[in-house]
């Protein structure tokens, strides 16, 4: 069976990264940026965080990039063990691990472009995203030696109560916003709101583990799951509303987003089902002239992360985070510092490169996970992208 674990890990690290989504952070800026983009006026990505920014800001803007992270939770531990002959010492240290334990793989990428001044009053923005999710998780208990269960186990060659539960979703967003922005006595206030229209697939695969399988039968499995054979799609609509608030002449914005006000539903019938639920994040950024950003967002709500069973734990994810960038004409760097508040990833150190109209971030946790003797990051991101302004 060691050899059955290491292929289905290479496998699901091979993806792309009641189940839910948490907040989705698109794009270059953000990820470099210690997960932050709320309230800074000049985020090419505005319209997926905060539809209000379209019209804090009068630059014309285009952001487009790729994403890809890495997440999981103790699933890393589980392949240190061969299932068919885990000592009785170390039964309950393995099943604690059966419960609570999962890898979350995505890919994502994205396209957001502010049209010029068409309205008389207001500024239009639309935007593309294709977001692609690789889930995993155990469940079950194994039995202890010489249990009546246990028995019956080695007679069918089953451990009928340990699952390999997988699934692929795959989300597809295109938000238009329109935004409004108004100078008041004690600063300027803008209002943004964006409808998107969504369509999600999903393919769900929950596969009882025995000690019998062919390694190539399980590998089969995985695979159909991460291509998405079978899988059953759905539509439906989202709301964002925002709102950013600039005090007079001092550089500083206070933005507040709320996505998927509807709660967004979409059944797959035998592949699951997908219910969006609604998010909050609060930032603030101080913007020093065209060239120099610091910002700091935290997330309001607990979101839920995409589940592969209903009966694996509830996995939450509630990012705090502070940033900053120095963007030139032909430069940019940022770097950042963030931490998701219902993971236990350690901090999560994020740096970001930019060159003409290609920029580079990568952000890793310091937190690692050791699956024989080799040790791996808890959570790490990659992304490439860029934009500009006119």
């Excluded at 965080?49 to 285009?62: C, E, K």
């Excluded at 396209?111 to 998780?137: E, M, R, T, W």
């Excluded at 000690?211 to 190539?216: A, Y």
Aim: with cysteine; hydrophobic share 40%; aromatic share 8%.
């Amino acid at each position: 069976m060691k050899t059955l674990h290491k292929l289905t890990l290479a496998a699901a690290l091979c993806v792309a990264s009641a189940p839910a989504l948490e907040f989705s952070e698109l794009g270059h800026k953000s990820l470099s940026m210690g997960s932050t983009g709320v309230a800074l006026k000049n985020n090419p990505y505005a319209i997926f965080y905060n539809p209000a920014l379209s019209a804090a800001s009068p630059a014309t803007r285009l952001g487009y990039g790729l994403n890809g992270s890495f997440a999981e939770k103790n699933i890393l531990q589980v392949f240190n063990y061969d299932l068919s002959n885990v000592q009785l010492q170390d039964l309950e240290t393995f099943n604690e691990l059966l419960k609570d334990n999962f890898v979350n793989i995505k890919l994502s990428g994205a396209v957001a472009f502010k049209l010029s001044d068409i309205l008389p009053y207001g500024q239009l923005s639309v935007g593309f995203a294709q977001s692609v999710y690789g889930v995993a998780n155990f469940t079950g208990k194994l039995e202890k030696p010489g249990s009546i269960e246990q028995a019956i186990d080695i007679v069918t060659g089953k451990t009928k109560s340990v699952t390999l539960n997988m699934r692929r979703v795959d989300i597809m967003e295109i938000p238009v916003s329109y935004a409004i922005s108004n100078e008041t006595p004690i600063g300027q206030v803008s209002l943004g709101a964006a409808v998107k229209f969504m369509n999600a697939s999903s393919k769900l695969t929950n596969k009882p583990l025995s000690v019998n399988d062919k390694k190539d039968d399980v590998l089969n499995d995985v695979k159909d799951t991460l291509k998405g054979s079978g899988a059953t799609s759905a539509s439906n609509v989202g709301l964002d509303l925002g709102v950013v608030y600039s005090p007079m002449d001092l550089g500083l914005s206070v933005g507040l987003s709320a996505k998927n006000l509807n709660a967004p539903k979409f059944k797959f019938g035998e592949n699951g089902e997908l219910k969006i639920k609604p998010q909050a994040r609060l930032g603030a950024a101080w913007e020093l002239g065209e060239i120099v950003s610091i910002a700091g967002d935290i997330d309001l709500t607990n979101n839920e992360l995409i589940s592969a069973s209903k009966e694996a734990k509830k996995q939450t994810s509630q990012k705090i985070g502070i940033g900053a960038a120095v963007d030139m004409m032909f430069f940019g760097a940022r770097a950042g510092v963030a931490k998701d508040l219902r993971q236990d990833n350690g901090a999560i150190l994020s740096l970001g490169l930019g060159f003409g109209f290609l920029d580079i971030g990568a952000a890793v946790a310091t937190k690692t996970s050791k699956v024989e003797n080799t040790s791996y990051p808890r959570y790490f991101a990659i992304t490439l992208g860029g934009g500009f302004s006119f």
